[in-house]
């Protein structure tokens, strides 16, 4: 009796018969996890960082404008590798900087980042520097919501990262309160201050000013300087949507040249470019301006 197999039962194909074929589907990126980024060095101090560039460029109109400079490929273009570095200016500080970093890629899962007052100052010294203008509402808010900062943090801090509220409750603190201006605090605010908050207290006292009428009189005192603060502060409330690269670039110019620019603030007046500072140079060379 002879075996039957498969091959005698079933049909075989006809070479001209048609074979079906599963449709492509083409695939979709996830609007939100999938990162254009690449790996990049900085040099701060003598630590190198080595982080992506997502959120730089996601975060950062500054950094946003560098990074999406056409890239060279090779070792030998800037921040490829530990060896060849992106150079942070000198007036960068290590510390400040790795605190940028903890609060841009926290190293652990959590609600909220728990940092120190002096970290969050760092955070709010750099992003308001670099416009990261989520991080430095965080900030703000962090360094409001611990009540850690005294008048005179508000009105130093407030004064030098452009945050308006700060210095007047600097002001109305320094007016409310008992104890009388020190040396060193007067030194800090400078002589023009010292002397109009001194002036709103002793009208406070002699004409037992109303704790409401503070306000309104260092606003009157302080009308220049609030209003320089305050268009300074709406450069960060309402940037524009698209803040070019760090100075003007050359078309002739190497992209790791124009990388010299990390210093760079936006507000800046981009049509008096001889009023700008001296750039950083981020290759080991001499201090020159990019024009």
Same mark, same amino acid.
């Given at each position: 009796?002879?075996?039957?197999?498969?091959?005698?039962?079933?049909?075989?194909?006809?070479?001209?018969?048609?074979?079906?074929?599963?449709?492509?589907?083409?695939?979709?990126?996830?609007?939100?996890?999938?990162?254009?980024?690449?790996?990049?060095?900085?040099?701060?101090?003598?630590?190198?960082?080595?982080?992506?560039?997502?959120?730089?460029?996601?975060?950062?109109?500054?950094?946003?404008?560098? &990074? $999406?400079?056409?890239? +060279?490929?090779?070792? =030998?273009?800037?921040?490829?590798? #530990?060896?060849? *570095?992106? !150079?942070?200016?000198?007036?960068?500080?290590?510390?400040?900087?790795?605190?940028?970093?903890?609060?841009?890629?926290?190293?652990?899962?959590?609600?909220?980042?728990?940092?120190?007052?002096?970290?969050?100052?760092?955070?709010?010294?750099?992003?308001?520097?670099?416009?990261?203008?989520?991080?430095?509402?965080?900030?703000?808010?962090?360094?409001?919501?611990?009540?850690?900062?005294?008048?005179?943090?508000?009105?130093?801090?407030?004064?030098?990262?452009?945050?308006?509220?700060?210095?007047?409750?600097?002001?109305?603190?320094?007016?409310?309160?008992?104890?009388?201006?020190?040396?060193?605090?007067?030194?800090?605010?400078?002589?023009?201050?010292?002397?109009?908050? &001194? $002036?709103?207290?002793? +009208?406070?006292?002699? =004409?037992?000013?109303?704790?409401? #009428?503070?306000? *309104?009189? !260092?606003?009157?005192?302080?009308?220049?300087?609030?209003?320089?603060?305050?268009?300074?502060?709406?450069?960060?409330?309402?940037?524009?949507?698209?803040?070019?690269?760090?100075?003007?670039?050359?078309?002739?110019?190497?992209?790791?040249?124009?990388?010299?620019?990390?210093?760079?603030?936006?507000?800046?007046?981009?049509?008096?470019?001889?009023?700008?500072?001296?750039?950083?140079?981020?290759?080991?060379?001499?201090?020159?301006?990019?024009?």
């Amino acid at each position: 009796m002879s075996e039957t197999y498969f091959d005698d039962v079933l049909p075989t194909p006809s070479t001209s018969q048609t074979v079906d074929t599963v449709p492509v589907v083409p695939k979709e990126i996830d609007p939100d996890f999938y990162f254009e980024s690449i790996f990049v060095v900085f040099q701060v101090e003598n630590c190198l960082f080595r982080v992506p560039t997502h959120l730089f460029v996601k975060e950062s109109q500054v950094f946003a404008g560098m &990074f $999406r400079l056409p890239q +060279l490929d090779g070792p =030998n273009v800037e921040g490829s590798s #530990s060896a060849n *570095p992106i !150079i942070m200016p000198s007036d960068i500080r290590r510390e400040d900087f790795r605190n940028l970093m903890k609060a841009l890629y926290p190293l652990s899962v959590s609600r909220e980042l728990s940092l120190s007052k002096a970290e969050w100052v760092s955070i709010l010294k750099l992003s308001t520097m670099w416009y990261f203008l989520n991080l430095r509402k965080m900030a703000i808010f962090e360094l409001e919501r611990s009540s850690e900062l005294t008048s005179m943090d508000k009105i130093i801090l407030g004064r030098k990262f452009s945050v308006s509220s700060w210095v007047v409750a600097g002001f109305s603190g320094i007016i409310r309160r008992t104890k009388t201006i020190t040396d060193d605090e007067a030194i800090d605010m400078d002589f023009i201050t010292t002397v109009n908050l &001194f $002036r709103i207290r002793e +009208l406070r006292l002699v =004409n037992a000013l109303a704790v409401a #009428s503070v306000v *309104p009189k !260092i606003e009157e005192a302080f009308i220049d300087e609030l209003g320089l603060i305050r268009a300074e502060e709406a450069g960060f409330k309402f940037p524009d949507t698209d803040i070019a690269p760090p100075l003007s670039v050359p078309v002739d110019l190497k992209v790791d040249e124009s990388k010299e620019v990390l210093g760079w603030r936006p507000e800046m007046d981009k049509e008096d470019e001889d009023a700008a500072p001296a750039s950083y140079s981020t290759t080991k060379k001499t201090k020159k301006k990019v024009r």
